[in-house]
């Protein structure tokens, strides 16, 4: 037994902002999804990033004395590869 009886207008009605809801609904899904990834994407770039440099600073430390224009540009490399650590927070 039902409590509520509504007209064929409200029930349309209700109908309509339901069928809305549930792609709203899905939109959301969709979008976290697409976030995930694109966070997946930036995790492995990062990684390869600081791999690189990494890379770099222990074949200029094995080549011996570096000039400051090269301890200038490591310095530089430093500072992007942290500011792109700083857009995902560590937990």
Avoid at 1 to 14: C, G, K, N
Avoid at 31 to 56: F, N, P, R, T
Avoid at 65 to 82: F, N, Q
């Amino acid at each position: 037994m039902s409590f509520f009886r509504f007209s064929i207008v409200e029930t349309d009605r209700l109908d309509r902002i339901e069928s809305k809801l549930r792609k709203i609904m899905a939109t959301q899904a969709e979008l976290a999804a697409k976030l995930s990834s694109i966070g997946d994407e930036l995790d492995k770039a990062q990684a390869e990033i600081v791999a690189a440099i990494q890379a770099l600073k222990d074949a200029l430390a094995a080549g011996g004395t570096t000039t400051p224009e090269v301890d200038a540009a490591v310095t530089r490399l430093e500072g992007s590869a942290k500011a792109l650590d700083d857009l995902n927070p560590d937990a």
